[in-house]
């Protein structure tokens, strides 16, 4: 066997004990980027998310609102007159929390009633509160998912 002295051993044992920091360091330094990396990617994923949504619960009050406003003209109520208000309340409903779907399509049956009624302005305060309920239901909604970020 090698026969070593105390001050070899001490250099060895440095060496090595340097060369296991490095190591244990780099490996570190590398999976803290790396995850802080991930949670940035996850953020900016879950706010562009939150915004589409956003984006849709606004199209879609403005399709109804606007639905609404064109029952106050002289026309008949036609399927493809529906058709937008629907398919943006199927989205609506695919993403949204069961609040804010159930408020969406109520919203929606009002503003059909408020078209094919005789008595517009008597709907108006119904057609309000089903609209109010609506946006409070997605300011909820936005709420949460915020606050989960």
């Given at each position: 066997?090698?026969n ?51 984006s849709l ?5 403005d399709?109804v ?12 109520l036609k ?30 049956s ?24 609506f ?11 915020y606050?989960?970020?």
């Amino acid at each position: 066997m090698f026969n070593m002295d105390n001050q070899t051993l001490i250099a060895i044992s440095g060496i090595v004990s340097t060369l296991f920091a490095a190591v244990f360091t780099g490996f570190l330094t590398a999976w803290t980027s790396i995850r802080s990396k991930k949670l940035e990617a996850s953020h900016t994923i879950s706010i562009s998310l939150i915004e589409r949504r956003e984006s849709l619960y606004t199209e879609f009050l403005d399709e109804v609102n606007s639905f609404v406003y064109r029952a106050f003209e002289p026309e008949d109520l036609k399927p493809t007159s529906v058709t937008p208000m629907m398919a943006l309340e199927t989205k609506v409903a695919m993403i949204a929390n069961s609040a804010t779907s159930q408020a969406a399509s109520q919203l929606c049956s009002v503003a059909i009633e408020v078209h094919k009624s005789n008595e517009k302005t008597s709907l108006s305060d119904k057609f309000m509160r089903a609209r109010d309920t609506f946006i409070k239901a997605c300011k909820d909604e936005l709420k949460l998912l915020y606050e989960k970020m």
